[in-house]
C-alpha cells in the first residue's frame, strides 16, 4: 500500500508541475492557434536564469522565480512582436517550421553561451528536504512547492481571463479575431500579451524545475513532448483541460511505481521480471498517439 500511495503523491505532484510547463502552450494555442514548438526552449532558459542568478547573487532559487517570469515575459513578448506576428501572415506551414527554426535558435544560443555540460543546484530552502506524510511516503518539499505555485499560476491565469476586463478581451480575440477588432480591441496587444504570459508561466517552471532536475541545452525537448501530450489531452486551448491533463500524464509518468505495486499484490514472477521505468515516458507518447487518433480535440476541447 505505501508503494501504491506514494506513486499516486509523486504522480500529482510532477503532473501539477506538468500542467504548468503545459499552461503557456496551450495558452498560446488558444489564442492564435499556433504551435510553438519552441515552448521547451523557454523552460530551459527559465531554467538557467534561476540557476545563473542564484549563483551570481547567492540568494536562494525560490527568490529567482520573480526574475525568471519577468524574463520570461520579456521573451515571450519579444518573440511575438519581432517574429511570430510575421509569421501569422504565411500559411500555417510557415508558422510551422517558424517556431521549429525559433526552437533551434534558441537552444544553440544556450549551447554557445553555457556550453553542453549538466548544471544542477545544489543549495537552497528547498534543496534536499522532504516532508514525511506517514504511510512511508516522503514528499520533496521541490515537487511540493512547484505544485502550489503551479496552482497558485493556475487559479491566476482563470481569474484574469474571466474577470478582467483584459482577461475578457483576449477570450474575445480568441474566440473572434475579426469581431474583436471591431468592438475596439487591439488584437495585436492582446496576442503580443499572450506570448508574455504563456512564456512567463513556462519560465516559472523552469525556475522550479531547477530546483530538482539537472539542466542542458537539450532538456526543453523531453518537457516540450510532455507538453503537447497534455495540451492534446485536455484539449488545445482549454486552461482547465490543461491541468487535468497535466495530472493525468503525471499519474502515467508513475506507472513503474503502480507495477510494482501490482507485481506484489498478485505475486506474480514474469511481472517481477519487466522493470517500467525506462520506459515511463513511452506511455506518456502512447497516450498522446491515441488522443489525436480518438479524440483530437482533447477531453476539454473548446476551439473547432
Not at 517550421?97 to 553561451?113: E, I, P, Q, V
Not at 496576442?191 to 522550479?208: D, P, S, Y
Not at 522493470?275 to 488522443?291: D, E, N
Request: glycine letters at 12%; one cysteine or more.
Amino acid at each position: 500500500m505505501e508503494i501504491l500511495v506514494g506513486s499516486l503523491v509523486a504522480g500529482l505532484l510532477i503532473g501539477m508541475l506538468f500542467a504548468l510547463i503545459a499552461l503557456g502552450l496551450t495558452i498560446i494555442f488558444g489564442m492564435m492557434d499556433i504551435v510553438n514548438f519552441a515552448h521547451g526552449e523557454f523552460l530551459m532558459l527559465g531554467m538557467y536564469t534561476a540557476l545563473l542568478t542564484s549563483q551570481a547573487s547567492g540568494l536562494d532559487p525560490l527568490l529567482m522565480i520573480p526574475v525568471a517570469g519577468a524574463v520570461g515575459y520579456a521573451l515571450g513578448v519579444a518573440c511575438y512582436y519581432g517574429f511570430v506576428k510575421f509569421l501569422l501572415r504565411g500559411p500555417m506551414v510557415a508558422q510551422l517550421l517558424g517556431t521549429f527554426g525559433l526552437m533551434l535558435f534558441l537552444r544553440n544560443l544556450a549551447l554557445l553561451l553555457f556550453g553542453s555540460e549538466d548544471r544542477t543546484i545544489h543549495s537552497g530552502v528547498l534543496v534536499n528536504r522532504a516532508f514525511d506524510l506517514g504511510m512511508g511516503v516522503v514528499v520533496p518539499a521541490t515537487k511540493l512547492a512547484g505544485a502550489v505555485m503551479a496552482v497558485i499560476s493556475f487559479a491566476a491565469v482563470w481569474l484574469l481571463m474571466h474577470r478582467t476586463r483584459t482577461g475578457k478581451a483576449m477570450v474575445a480575440t480568441a474566440l473572434n479575431r475579426q469581431g474583436a477588432r471591431y468592438m475596439g480591441i487591439s488584437t495585436e496587444r492582446m496576442n503580443g500579451l499572450a506570448w508574455g504570459i504563456g512564456a512567463a508561466t513556462v519560465t516559472i517552471a523552469g525556475a522550479l524545475l531547477v530546483n530538482f532536475w539537472s539542466v542542458t541545452p537539450y532538456v526543453g525537448l523531453l518537457f516540450t513532448m510532455i507538453a503537447f501530450a497534455i495540451v492534446a489531452l485536455g484539449g488545445f486551448g482549454s486552461v482547465p483541460g490543461a491541468f487535468f491533463a497535466g495530472l493525468i500524464v503525471g499519474l502515467i509518468t508513475e506507472i513503474p511505481g503502480f507495477w510494482d505495486f501490482f507485481t506484489y499484490l498478485t505475486g506474480s514472477s514474469w511481472m517481477a521480471g519487466i522493470s517500467m521505468t525506462p520506459f515511463k515516458y513511452t506511455w506518456v507518447y502512447l497516450a498522446y498517439f491515441l488522443i489525436m487518433l480518438i479524440r483530437p480535440r482533447g477531453l476539454f476541447g473548446w476551439k473547432n
